[in-house]
Nanobody, 130 residues
Framework: VRLVESGGGSVQAGGSLRLSCVVS????????MGWFRQAPGRERERVAS????????YYVDSVKGRFTIFQDIAKNTVYLEMNSLKPEDTAMYYC????????????????????????WGQGTRITVSS
């Protein structure tokens, strides 16, 4: 299974970006999809996740109201719409998948540990300037 992210780039504070993550098989082969980020010198952070069957979502507090995760089953793609970007959103962003034989923990898979996300993309970089 391959995950390919796109949509990163540089933007000024207050701007918007949309990240895409295409899976090489079928999106509904997976239980959960998540977006993670890692800034230099910081630990990887779960930004958002979605239960593929239920469509329920989870967001880390720092992005609530600004970011939206959504899926397009027909395109086997998960998106992360990011608005009102802040310099502290600067990071490498990764999408990841929990395979379908695993259980989604929490409505938006927020309790699935990172070890459940078996498939990862290569990452796409976002830089937000002030």
């Amino acid at each position: 299974v391959r995950l390919v992210e796109s949509g990163g780039g540089s933007v000024q504070a207050g701007g918007s970006l949309r990240l895409s993550c295409v899976v090489s098989d079928y999106l509904n082969n997976h239980r959960c999809m998540g977006w993670f980020r890692q800034a230099p010198g910081r630990e990887r952070e779960r930004v958002a996740s979605i239960n593929i069957d239920a469509g329920a979502t989870y967001y880390v507090d720092s992005v609530k109201g600004r970011f939206t995760i959504f899926q397009d089953i027909a395109k086997n793609t998960v998106y992360l719409e990011m608005n009102s970007l802040k310099p502290e959103d600067t990071a490498m962003y990764y999408c990841a998948a929990v395979p379908g034989h695993m259980t989604g923990l929490g409505p938006g898979c927020q309790f699935n540990p990172v070890t459940h996300f078996l498939y990862w993309g290569q990452g796409t970089r976002i830089t937000v300037s002030s």
